[in-house]
């Protein structure tokens, strides 16, 4: 399958909201509503931040949303922290017992 | 809590194999599915491969089928990724990673990895 497209950076000031795409197609984001969301420090393994599409783990702050319309799923990060900078991957279940990364998103605190 | 620690990367020759291995802790092993994903040097990462609870069911990336077993023994807490036919492309930090239930469900804890590079 082909990689889920993200935008390759996002940037905001301290205490903006910023939002990243995740699109897919109906074969994976479009159909199934298993995405989820990972961050990625530098060096550091990723950390889930949220599943089903919306839903968060416990211990993530709430300032992380997730949501989905069509093909594309969203993650929503509110009140920007310097620690919120990182690259965040999305993955959707695409069938077959198979999965699907994003091309990975770059958030900047400015 | 939960730990997953891999092991079994280095450096090997186009061709060669190599086996990686994962050690788990602190969750019922054998309750839940377990994946493989890899990360390629600067590059995004990529789901390899992923087996169910008791090791009945196994799927893997179109990029690695046929030259990688994912297996498991959960007698030994333990994860395996066999690579046979390695390629240049094959070099990444493979993340050994957890299923949120015993099936092939998304994952939602990471070992920090092992490094796997392919070279002559």
């Known amino acids: 399958q082909s990689a889920l497209t993200q935008p390759a950076s996002v940037s905001g000031s301290p205490g903006q909201s910023i939002t990243i795409s995740c699109t897919g197609t109906?074969?994976?984001?479009?159909?199934?509503?298993?995405v989820s969301w990972y961050q990625q420090h530098p060096g550091k393994a990723p950390k889930l931040m949220i599943y089903?599409?919306?839903k968060r783990p416990s211990g993530v702050s709430n300032r992380f949303s997730g949501s989905k319309s069509g093909n594309t799923a969203s993650l929503t990060i509110s009140g920007l922290q310097a620690e919120d900078e990182a690259d965040y991957y999305c993955?959707?279940?695409?069938?077959?017992?198979?999965?699907?990364f994003g091309t990975g998103t770059k958030v900047t605190v400015l | 809590q939960v730990q997953l620690v891999e092991s079994g990367g280095g450096v090997v020759q186009p061709g060669r194999s190599l086996r990686l291995s994962c050690a788990a802790s602190?969750?019922?092993?054998?309750?839940?599915?377990m994946h493989w994903v890899r990360q390629a040097p600067g590059k995004g990462l990529e789901w390899v491969a992923v087996?169910?609870?008791?090791?009945?069911?196994?799927y893997y990336a179109d990029s690695v089928k046929g030259r990688f077993t994912i297996s498991r023994d959960n007698s030994k807490n333990t994860l395996y990724l066999q690579m046979n036919s390695l390629r240049a492309e094959d070099t990444a930090v493979y993340y050994c990673a957890r299923a949120t239930k015993l099936g092939a469900t998304p994952i939602d804890y990471w070992g920090q990895g092992t490094l796997v590079t392919v070279s002559s």
């Open positions: 087996i169910w609870f008791d090791g009945s069911s196994k």
């Open positions: 109906s074969s994976d984001v479009g159909t199934y509503n298993l």
């Open positions: 993955c959707s279940y695409a069938g077959s017992s198979t999965y699907v």
């Open positions: 602190g969750f019922s092993f054998s309750s839940y599915g």
């Open positions: 089903e599409g919306s």
